[in-house]
């Protein structure tokens, strides 16, 4: 089920610029308004950029304000996996790829209906595959 143990951290450092790793597999983050996918208005379906597993369909993607690519549900619940993050002394939800364990953000309980939930994810962990490249 996981691909995290088939790589070492040498190959997805091969696979990865040195921000995508350090976001992907230290569990960083980007800065606010600096991703390239924060405000893309484009249709088709957002990959986890370590494994290419589809994670995020685009017409689930709003404006949260935040500076970071938000949806208010994943593609399908296994999709992603969600674990308790206490890091920079709070409490947060930590979002992975269920596929290869990639850092992909953290979802919070504010989000616009019908979930009410929002998924903040680095650009940087994903790979947005068109409409129009299908």
Known sequence: MSDKSNKDDALWEEKLTPEEYRICREKGTERAFTGCYWDTKVAGTYHCKCCGEPLFESDTKYDSGSGWPSFYQPLATEAVLEESDSSLGMTRTEVMCQKCGSHLGHVF??????????????????????????
Do not use: F, Q, V, W
């Open 109 to 134: 309980p504010d989000g616009p209906a019908p979930t009410g939930i929002r998924y903040c994810i680095n650009s940087a962990s994903l790979d947005l595959k068109a409409e129009d490249e299908a």
